[in-house]
């Protein structure tokens, strides 16, 4: 077969195994892997490189309106040139539904903002904030069957929080559609109290943050979510994951058999509450919600991401500029509770987790892919395209550097907000040839693609594996209310 691309000579890690192979490509495809393949014309000599697949990044903010009604600071062309200068491949967004909107409507908003500006392909995650029988039973069940397989709901914020009884309808319908329901636990009203105490006696400044939204906040919605999806017996990933009882909870209801799937982010790695506490409202740069934590909660990320409790890495992207669109709308009079909640990290995801997860031996190779790509398409329905290195999969491709060293400073990255929470931190390993769909997006530190050249891909329902034997304790609440559906059928 005359091939359209070679990769030829390099090392590569798929998530079951490393070996030095040739790489042919043709019409976008991996159509072979093997040694000493002919050189196509387009060759790639990946001597001395680490050829890995490209990253999926499933939760990332882009040119989306937030719960507190704020403008993400990148679009589909910024977010996905900084995506794919750090390796990433495939971004799924979230398409947002806000109260009054109609599902439909959102999605079709959503696409039509992408479509002349991604550079790498991408789906969309909804995030339902209404959960009305229309939107349940009619638009959200469309939306499934047309490739939004997954959604996100929250457990907070004023204008997007559901309550117990909602959340077991949106369960009931996710679980019978087969789709993933990801949601954000922390409990509303804990941090509503205490933010309430703080404002009161004028603790207004960025580290009250992380002090309103308290660790146990999270530990005992992610013990709730998990005690309502064991109810119905359906599948759930908790989101951005960051304290160690979050993580306790999580492992202990996976050894019970519970479909609990989780993600954790580079903010919980990298960065502390500590960070927050910094000159004036420089502290802002740091929130995120849920915060970042301390260094036994960091630890407790590490071991979750090795032991399988943690099965995705996302960047949670949320890039908001420092000033009045985003972190700061009251100016220097801003609140903790008022500037908006999100850090960048879509380029800086891959680069960070490789540099102190990988080089520092915290994570094998295999398991940087599986954490970075390969489970995210299983979780999300791209397994039959996207996500490893394998003949018949599409050519998504990172070809690493593992020895260039880099001292991040914004000025270098490609996205819009305007700095880096990990501004001066030292790394080791650069993707420097990324390749969509078979054609280099990224070599030489130069921008090779064009805006719109990134495509939609329409999702299957997600049948993730939860490499436990165990199976559930049957749910009687499921057996005699009859529910029925792909989540009581598949693996989930
Ligand atoms: N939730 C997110 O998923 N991202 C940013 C902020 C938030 O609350
Ligand atoms: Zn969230
Ligand atoms: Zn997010």
Redesign the pocket.
């Known amino acids: 077969m005359e091939f359209d691309l070679t990769i030829r000579n390099g090392r590569i890690t798929t998530s079951k195994e490393t070996f030095f192979a040739d790489i042919g490509v043709k019409d976008g495809k991996i159509a072979a892997i093997a040694p000493q393949l002919p050189a196509a014309a387009k060759d790639i000599d990946a001597t001395g490189q680490w050829v890995m697949p490209g990253g999926i990044d499933s939760?990332a903010?882009i040119e989306q309106f937030s719960g507190m009604g704020v403008m993400c600071a990148d679009d589909f062309y910024s977010g996905t040139v900084s995506a794919a200068f750090g390796g990433t491949t495939t971004i799924i967004p979230f398409a947002a539904q806000h109260k009054g909107m109609r599902i439909p409507d959102v999605l079709a908003d959503y696409a039509q903002r992408a479509r002349s500006k991604a550079v790498i392909d991408y789906g969309f995650h909804l995030i339902l904030s209404e959960a009305t029988p229309e939107n349940l039973q009619s638009d959200l069940v469309q939306a499934i069957a047309d490739g939004v397989t997954s959604l996100k709901v929250y457990m907070t914020y004023d204008a997007l929080k559901l309550d117990d009884f909602q959340l077991l309808d949106v369960m009931e319908v996710a679980g019978r559609e087969g789709a993933m329901l990801m949601i954000?636990a922390e409990n509303h009203d804990v941090i509503r109290w205490i933010a309430r105490k703080l404002l009161a006696s004028g603790k207004t400044a960025p580290k009250f943050h992380a002090v309103a939204h308290d660790y146990l906040a999270e530990g005992e919605a992610s013990n709730r979510a998990i005690a309502l999806s064991r109810l119905l017996d359906v599948p759930i990933l908790l989101?951005?994951v960051s304290a160690t009882e979050a993580i306790d909870v999580i492992r202990a209801a996976r050894q019970l058999g519970s479909k609990v799937h989780a993600e954790s982010c580079p903010q919980y790695l990298f960065l502390t509450a500590e960070d927050l506490d910094a000159e004036g409202l420089e502290g802002a740069k740091f929130c995120?919600?849920p915060p970042p934590r301390d260094p036994r909660a960091q630890e407790a990320v590490w071991q979750g991401f090795q032991d399988g409790t943690l099965g995705v890495y996302s960047s949670?992207h949320?890039p908001y500029r420092f000033d009045t669109t985003g972190k700061l709308p009251k100016g220097e009079a801003t609140t903790f509770k008022e500037m908006a909640?999100?850090v960048p990290g879509i380029e800086l995801r891959l680069p960070l987790m490789f540099s102190e997860g990988v080089l520092k031996g915290r994570i094998t190779p295999e398991k940087f892919v599986q954490l970075t790509a390969t489970n995210h398409a299983q979780m999300y329905g791209l397994e039959h395209c996207k996500g490893d290195i394998a003949v018949g999969l599409d050519a998504d491709i990172a070809i690493w550097d593992p020895q260039l060293q880099r001292t991040i400073t914004w000025s270098d990255l490609h996205d819009n907000v305007g700095y880096t929470p990990y501004e001066g931190k030292q790394i080791t390993g650069w993707p420097v040839t990324v390749i969509s769909r078979g054609a280099v997006v990224v070599q030489d530190q130069q921008l090779h693609a064009q805006p719109g050249q990134g495509q939609y891909i329409p999702r299957r329902c997600p049948q993730p594996l939860l490499n436990n034997p165990l199976q559930p304790q049957p749910s009687s609440a499921a057996r005699w209310l009859g529910l029925k559906g792909k989540a009581w059928s598949g693996q989930a």
Do not use: M, P, T
């Open positions: 939760h903010h954000h989101v951005h995120c919600s949670d949320a909640n999100g």
